[in-house]
């Protein structure tokens, strides 16, 4: 299964809200997490099951979708949020990944 | 706390094998699933395949004819091995537990920092 990303990459300010979209090739249910990643870093689970946040997450982070189309939001950006948004599907195998979104300051 | 640990050579010739151990600290080896996962510049995220808590096996089918995951319950590790590598298996590799939490959700929840393996002559 193939998730597209869109933007590759966006600038945005503090205090912004911010949506990153996540398409998959084919139907998958809820079965989609977001990771954050920063620079050197592992990827960091935020989201699974489409909409739950991880527990120790900040809810500025929400998730959304269902089937093809999903979304992540962070309602107002953060200094610390800039950094590489991963979808990843856990429908079907292989387990597949998003080419990632950038979140720039701007 | 889970806590991993990727240790192994960085850097590895061509046609050779991979090997890479991940050590688990905070919960038993025995009681999850685990997975690899690596990154590289060209690929991005690429799943490896998982390791079940019994030892059974999923592979990623682009990779599975060379790869081998392990157990080794006694130090509670477990390890990668992958054969023949080329330039195109330079990546940052991590260790992840893959866990059905209470949700009734699979989720990659713990990762290790990650180790960079170059493959290079």
Do not use: M
Not at chain 1, 87 to 103: D, I
Not at chain 2, 33 to 55: M, V
């Amino acid at each position: 299964i193939q998730l597209t990303q869109s933007p590759s990459s966006l600038s945005a300010s503090v205090g912004d809200r911010v949506t990153i979209t996540c398409r998959a090739s084919q139907g998958i249910s809820s079965y989609l997490a977001w990771f954050q990643q920063k620079p050197g870093k592992a990827p960091k689970l935020l989201i699974f099951g489409a909409s739950t946040l991880q527990s120790g997450v900040p809810s500025r982070f929400s998730g959304s979708g269902f089937g093809t189309d999903f979304t992540l939001t962070i309602s107002s950006l953060q200094p610390e949020d800039f950094a590489t948004y991963y979808c990843q599907q856990l429908n079907t195998y292989p387990r597949t990944f998003g080419q990632g979104t950038k979140v720039e300051i701007k | 706390q889970v806590q991993l640990q990727e240790s192994g050579p960085g850097l590895v010739k061509p046609s050779e094998t991979l090997s890479l151990t991940c050590t688990v600290s905070g919960a038993s080896i025995s009681s999850s699933y685990w997975s690899w996962i690596r990154q590289s510049p060209g690929k991005g995220l690429e799943w490896i395949g998982y390791i079940s808590d019994s030892g059974s096996t999923n592979y990623n089918p682009s990779l599975e004819s060379r790869v081998t995951i392990s157990l080794d319950t006694s130090k509670n590790q477990l390890s990668l091995k992958l054969s023949s590598v080329t330039a195109a298996d330079t990546a940052v590799y991590y260790c992840a537990r893959f866990y059905y939490n209470s949700h009734a959700y699979w989720v990659f929840d713990f990762w290790g920092q990650g180790t960079l393996v170059t493959v290079s002559s």
